[in-house]
């Protein structure tokens, strides 16, 4: 079945980095186009970076400039490189793989930026 695992998440403070990856397996990974969202406590879901299966992305206009999103085909891996991380950053964070109908979640990473 298909399994996506987040991890790399923590507690940090401001102006520090995390490095967030999510691990897929059952899925033909390639095809997809893949995204990062985030929700925080008592907020919706949100689109954090988007790459599509060719490659093009797309940030939310908060983390233009200190977020990057990128995929590793052949090892079927998702990344997101946050830096210069702020308050306002913590959130759950959840990896989704998207092909015309289908939507597939992780189970999420929590980070947390406090001084």
Same mark, same amino acid.
């Given at each position: 079945? $298909?399994? #996506?695992?987040? +991890? &790399? =998440?923590?507690?940090?403070?401001?102006?520090?980095?995390?490095?967030?990856?999510?691990?897929?397996?059952?899925?033909?990974?390639?095809?997809?186009?893949?995204?990062?969202?985030?929700?925080?406590?008592?907020?919706?879901?949100?689109? $954090?970076? #988007?790459?599509? +299966? &060719? =490659?093009?992305?797309?940030?939310?206009?908060?983390?233009?400039?200190?977020?990057?999103?990128?995929?590793?085909?052949?090892?079927?891996?998702?990344?997101?490189?946050?830096?210069?991380?702020?308050?306002?950053?913590?959130?759950?964070?959840?990896?989704?793989?998207?092909?015309?109908?289908?939507?597939?979640?992780?189970?999420?990473?929590?980070?947390?930026?406090?001084?």
């Amino acid at each position: 079945q $298909v399994q #996506l695992v987040e +991890s &790399g =998440g923590g507690l940090v403070q401001p102006g520090r980095s995390l490095r967030l990856s999510c691990a897929a397996s059952g899925i033909t990974f390639r095809i997809y186009d893949w995204a990062w969202y985030r929700q925080a406590p008592g907020k919706q879901r949100d689109l $954090v970076a #988007l790459i599509t +299966s &060719g =490659g093009s992305t797309s940030y939310a206009d908060s983390v233009k400039g200190r977020f990057t999103i990128s995929r590793d085909n052949a090892k079927n891996t998702l990344t997101l490189q946050t830096n210069n991380l702020k308050p306002e950053d913590t959130a759950i964070y959840y990896c989704n793989a998207h092909f015309s109908t289908i939507n597939y979640w992780g189970q999420g990473t929590q980070v947390t930026v406090s001084s």
